[in-house]
């Protein structure tokens, strides 16, 4: 279904909506694999552009260096930073506002255990049927720890009407948490009214991003959204299981992740017994020792 879509929402693409001076050729040499033919499954996996070979063939040659030399010194300790302010470039946020994760699920559940549900009238997580299945689960197990979720249905399987949306934010919802586009049917959501409302009501905002990241422009600070998820390996062509976790930067502070581990630590290289001392910057939303081969792959040069 979500080619059929897709193919439907290309066949009412007009040329006259490209910006003046678009080049949509323009990148095409950086993909070998599109000299042999046209490159239609980058909803589930994008096409390998050529730097990305050259980044993992010196990420090899580094980490054999690496052997002999502080390897988190030389650049491993930086790289997660630097490459969360490049994907902050692409969705519209601040430098400093994107925390690299192992997936989207880890991004999702990083979330969720910001929120203590029991404790609080404020436990409703509002969600959608045309959510992703891992996004479905992760909220689905909340309920074992007291939260109240409510799914929009949707009623043709395509898309959900706005207005349903906001009807279901109230004064109990602690957070609305919705595919930004689809993976079922590319449907596309009104971020800017759904965070509106969900402010208003004192809720925060999570979206996800992985259907609409490097696909179209997205604008994480203006939307005033307080948590975006995605992953490079469809549109961001930046190969599997590198996920990335947007904090609006003003809330970082005020959430405390109960899915942690030393790296998020102010002083990790401390090794220092609990409590967890959270450090100030996004940081303070990882886990453990990140995966260095994956980001260098999501580190190539954009060409
Ligand atoms: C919209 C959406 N969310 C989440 C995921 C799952 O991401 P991950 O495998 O990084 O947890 C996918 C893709 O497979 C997706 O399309």
């Not at 980490?63 to 994907?87: F, L, P, Q, V």
């Not at 062509?237 to 102010?266: I, N, S």
Request: glycine share 6%; charged share 20%; aromatic share 10%.
């Amino acid at each position: 279904m979500p080619l059929a879509i897709s193919l439907r929402t290309f066949s009412a693409w007009k040329p006259e909506n490209l910006k003046p001076g678009t080049q949509l050729n323009r990148r095409r040499e950086e993909f070998p694999t599109l000299a042999s033919g046209i490159h239609l499954l980058s909803h589930s996996l994008g096409p390998m552009p050529r730097a990305a070979r050259e980044s993992m063939n010196a990420y090899v040659e580094a980490w054999e260096h690496h052997t002999s030399e502080d390897a988190w010194a030389t650049s491993w300790w930086e790289m997660s930073a630097r490459i969360g302010d490049r994907i902050a470039a692409l969705i519209g946020g601040a430098p400093g506002s994107i925390q690299i994760q192992p997936n989207a699920s880890i991004a999702l559940s990083s979330v969720a255990s910001c929120f203590d549900f029991t404790s609080s009238k404020r436990n409703k997580v509002v969600t959608s049927a045309l959510d992703f299945p891992s996004m479905e689960y992760i909220w689905d197990a909340q309920k074992r720890i007291g939260a109240r979720v409510e799914v929009v249905p949707s009623d043709d399987g395509i898309t959900i009407p706005l207005a349903r949306i906001l009807e279901e934010i109230d004064d109990t919802t602690c957070l609305v948490a919705l595919s930004h586009v689809s993976f079922r049917s590319s449907y596309r959501v009104d971020a800017k009214a759904i965070v509106e409302r969900a402010h208003q009501h004192g809720a925060l905002v999570l979206f996800d991003a992985y259907q609409s990241a490097g696909a179209m422009e997205l604008h994480a600070s203006d939307w005033e959204a307080d948590f975006l998820i995605g992953g490079t390996i469809k549109w961001l062509c930046g190969g599997p299981a590198c996920g990335y976790l947007y904090v609006r930067p003003d809330l970082q502070k005020a959430l405390q992740p109960r899915l942690t581990g030393w790296v998020a630590h102010e002083a990790p290289f401390e090794f220092s017994h609990a409590p967890i001392r959270y450090d100030d910057s996004v940081r303070r939303f990882a886990q453990g020792t990140r995966e260095q081969f994956r980001q260098n792959q999501s580190d190539a040069p954009s060409g």
